[in-house]
């Protein structure tokens, strides 16, 4: 089975820094798009970055210029690095990645997610 598990969320102040880190296990063969998503209190779960297995990045308009989305697909791992943070990046924030993996001996491929993180940005 595969798991996404992702570290490094915290309460920071407002101008400050974070890098999240998401590492995924499992018997995988490789791990196509991987993706950071966030979802505050009462609002729906919003993409944030996402990289392809290429390097290929996209970010929605609020956080360009100030988050950097990358990969190392050594070690099956995704990082968010976030900088000049601001109270309305607070939430909690999720890892996605389709995985292609080996499950009872037949080889699939779906959509995982992690279990979250929370990032808190306030004075």
């Known amino acids: 089975q595969v798991q996404l598990v992702e570290s490094g969320g915290g309460l920071v102040q407002p101008g400050g820094s974070l890098r999240l880190s998401c590492a995924a296990s499992?018997?995988?063969?490789?791990?196509?798009?991987m993706g950071w998503y966030r979802q505050a209190p009462g609002k729906q779960r919003d993409l944030v970055a996402t990289?392809?297995?290429?390097?290929?990045?996209n970010y929605t308009d609020s956080v360009k210029g100030r988050f950097t989305i990358s990969r190392d697909n050594a070690r099956n791992t995704a990082y968010l690095q976030m900088n000049s943070l601001k109270p309305e990046d607070t939430a909690v924030y999720y890892c996605?990645?389709?995985?292609?993996?080996?499950?009872?001996?037949?080889?699939?491929?779906?959509?995982?997610w992690g279990q979250g993180t929370q990032v808190t940005v306030s004075s």
């Open positions: 996605n990645a389709d995985v292609s993996y080996l499950r009872d001996f037949v080889r699939r491929r779906s959509d995982h």
């Open positions: 499992g018997v995988i063969f490789s791990i196509n798009a």
């Open positions: 990289i392809t297995s290429g390097g290929r990045t």
